[in-house]
Nanobody, 115 residues
Framework: QVQLVESGGGLVQPGGSLRLSCAAS????????MAWYRQAPGKQRELVAT???????RYVDSVKGRFTISRDSAKNTVYLQMNSLKPEDTAVYYC?????????WGQGTQVTVSS
């Protein structure tokens, strides 16, 4: 069964860092463009960062220079390194393919940035 499991979220102070992980079951994810998405309370889910199978990346303007998406094909895992976190980064973070597929949405991981 194809599955994506996010982890690494938590409570962090403004200016802090977190590293999210997305473990994928199923070798198909090694060749798919992957992405991180987030959904803040009362808002629609938004695309945060994407990475192709070749390693090309794109970011939403609000996280450029602070977040880094990467992937380890050997481990079938996608990462999101988040630095200089701001309260507005508070959200549930999800990974999925790019574009997303409904059946691949997982539970997400909560990131809360607060002092």
């Amino acid at each position: 069964q194809v599955q994506l499991v996010e982890s690494g979220g938590g409570l962090v102070q403004p200016g802090g860092s977190l590293r999210l992980s997305c473990a994928a079951s199923g070798s198909i994810f090694k060749i798919l463009p992957m992405a991180w998405y987030r959904q803040a309370p009362g808002k629609q889910r938004e695309l945060v960062a994407t990475i192709t199978s070749g390693g090309s990346t794109r970011y939403v303007d609000s996280v450029k220079g602070r977040f880094t998406i990467s992937r380890d094909s050997a481990k079938n895992t996608v990462y999101l390194q988040m630095n200089s976190l701001k309260p507005e980064d508070t959200a549930v973070y999800y990974c999925n393919k790019d574009p997303p597929t409904r059946e691949y949405w997982g539970q997400g991981t909560q990131v809360t940035v607060s002092s």
